[in-house]
């Protein structure tokens, strides 16, 4: 059988998308599947130690002629063929630079994938909102079943972060709506927008949750430090939905007290710049670092005593998202201060390897205090990891991925007349 994927981030990047998605590829072939990717190049700013030629390895590596110019193919780490289409490096800056790459890709998609053989099920993963369409048209004119993965709460998301304000968002939102209605089959990564796209009459729905390769990653020893001191870091994305303000205010309130506790945001991200200015303004409460990979990560999951998870509270569809950073968290085994509600709040909870709090500065800075006054409060004894083996190996949902695509494809045979299997 044969899965084609349409996706805005693949190998050699280092991103949740493409470390989900290089775990159900694995998967895929290991149940004999073949894999067709349809991607943009990378972007060199995704990529640990940037673009440079390297043969594939079980590091996800890519040689350099998959990112180089549309139409270019390579076979990945696990026998899958990549399949590019075209990126256009200026437009990545911003949120509408991103979108405008978006639909670029998308555009593209279209004839790269109509180049390759008709697989029996067409994957689309969202939240590269365009990707929709171009799904959507794929999968209509090879007649094959439809799979849309939501890895985000669209479109509601994109209403309440105000995307949706325009005429032209407003129609995506309408495409993106008809894309879920028309496949046959959506999956999400939480059960509560799961519930919420039922209620809409949107059917058949799964759960296939985010999570992590744990047999790849170590756990991470932590650090024996004294009463008083406390390591807090937040490491990811620095955009608007984690509402970051709240964790630099509430390290002003901290930094001219007795106990030595030190708050390190390490990213980027849309709002950097004007959290680097409202930094400033403080005094610099925050050590403020550029994103880091590899070796370097490990660097800091070691440096620090509790890790943030912050999702703003003002946008409703975040009571039904978890940060995908959550589970690499649990996995490496750091305390985790959650500034979350609702299903990211449920597990964190259920881990035993979090202690939560409201997302209001001085709350926060309450919760670092007693965190740094007891240093056994951050100790999880391998718990999040536990929790991570039951709930989220990627091995484990990179199955189950598998096991609803296989539905999904012999579904669609078995409606199917003879011509369209041509």
Request: glycine content about 10%.
């Amino acid at each position: 059988m044969r899965v084609q994927l349409i996706t805005h981030s693949y190998l050699p990047e280092r991103t949740p998308p493409e470390r989900r998605w290089a775990a159900f590829v694995e998967a895929f072939r290991r149940e004999g599947w073949e894999v067709d990717v349809v991607a943009p190049p990378a972007d060199p700013a995704q990529v640990p130690g940037g673009l440079r030629d390297r043969p594939p390895g079980r590091d996800g590596g890519a040689v350099r002629r998959d990112t180089a110019v549309d139409g270019r193919q390579d076979q990945g780490p696990h026998g899958e063929r990549i399949l590019r289409t075209l990126r256009l490096p200026a437009l990545s800056g911003t949120r509408d630079g991103r979108f405008l790459g978006h639909v670029v890709h998308a555009l593209g998609a279209i004839p790269v994938a109509l180049r390759a053989q008709r697989p029996d099920v067409l994957v689309i993963t969202v939240p590269a909102l365009p990707t929709v369409v171009a799904g959507w048209l794929l999968s209509r004119l090879r007649r094959v079943p439809l799979i849309v993965e939501m890895r985000d709460a669209w479109p509601d998301l994109a209403r309440e972060s105000g995307v949706s304000a325009g005429v032209l968002s407003r129609i995506m939102e309408a495409l993106v709506t008809g894309t879920q209605r028309a496949a046959d089959l959506v999956v999400t990564v939480t059960e509560g927008f799961a519930e919420r796209l039922a209620e809409r009459g949107i059917h058949p729905v799964e759960v296939v949750g985010n999570g992590v390769p744990l047999e790849r990653i170590r756990a991470v020893p932590a650090r024996d430090r004294e009463a008083g001191e406390l390591h807090v870091l937040y490491l990811g994305n620095h955009g608007e939905s984690q509402g970051l303000e709240t964790v630099i205010r509430a390290a002003a309130l901290t930094r001219d007290e007795a106990e030595r506790i030190v708050v390190r945001l390490v990213g980027s991200g849309t709002r950097r710049e004007a959290l680097m200015a409202l930094n400033e303004s403080l005094g610099r409460p925050v050590e403020m670092l550029a994103a880091v990979h590899g070796a370097e990560l490990r660097e800091q999951y070691a440096w620090a005593d509790t890790c943030l998870v912050a999702l703003r509270p003002d946008w409703p569809s975040f009571e039904w998202t978890i940060p995908s950073k959550t589970y690499e968290l649990l996995a490496v085994g750091r305390h985790i201060t959650g500034i979350v509600t609702g299903e990211a709040a449920r597990v964190l909870e259920s881990s035993g390897a979090a202690s939560l709090v409201p997302a209001d500065p001085g709350a926060l800075a309450g919760l670092w205090r007693r965190l740094a006054a007891d240093p056994r409060s951050t100790a999880v004894d391998g718990r999040g990891r536990d929790w991570v083996g039951r709930n989220a190996d990627l091995s484990a949902l990179g199955r189950r991925f598998v096991g609803l695509a296989r539905q999904a494809a012999v579904r669609g045979a078995a409606g199917a007349r003879p011509y369209n299997r041509l």
